[in-house]
Nanobody, 119 residues
Framework: QVQLVESGGGLVQPGGSLRLSCAAS????????MGWYRQVLGKQRELVAT???????DYADSVKGRFTISRDNARNTVYLRMNSLLPEDTAVYYC?????????????WGKGTLVTVSS
């Protein structure tokens, strides 16, 4: 079985920084795209950033210039560095990855980590 486990969420003041981590484990053959999504209660989950195995990245317009996604392929881990945080960044952040196993390739999700930006 494959698991994604996020860490690094918490409470931070506006203008502050946090780094989220997400580690994939299990019977993994390869990981294609990894990404971060976020969801506010009552709203749809939205894309924050993605990173391909070749390190190409993509960001939502709302986080460009403030957030940086990176990954360590040797550790099957993806990171999200969040700077200049705003109250509207408050959400549950979910890790996502498209992972190939002996059963084929499919999308996996973590359980989420809460980020609260408040003074």
């Amino acid at each position: 079985q494959v698991q994604l486990v996020e860490s690094g969420g918490g409470l931070v003041q506006p203008g502050g920084s946090l780094r989220l981590s997400c580690a994939a484990s299990g019977s993994i053959l390869s990981i294609y795209v990894m990404g971060w999504y976020r969801q506010v209660l009552g709203k749809q989950r939205e894309l924050v950033a993605t990173i391909l195995s070749n390190m190409n990245t993509d960001y939502a317009d709302s986080v460009k210039g403030r957030f940086t996604i990176s990954r360590d392929n040797a550790r099957n881990t993806v990171y999200l560095r969040m700077n200049s945080l705003l109250p509207e960044d408050t959400a549950v952040y979910y890790c996502n990855a498209r992972i190939a196993t002996m059963s084929g390739a499919m999308d996996y999700w973590g359980k989420g980590t809460l980020v609260t930006v408040s003074s």
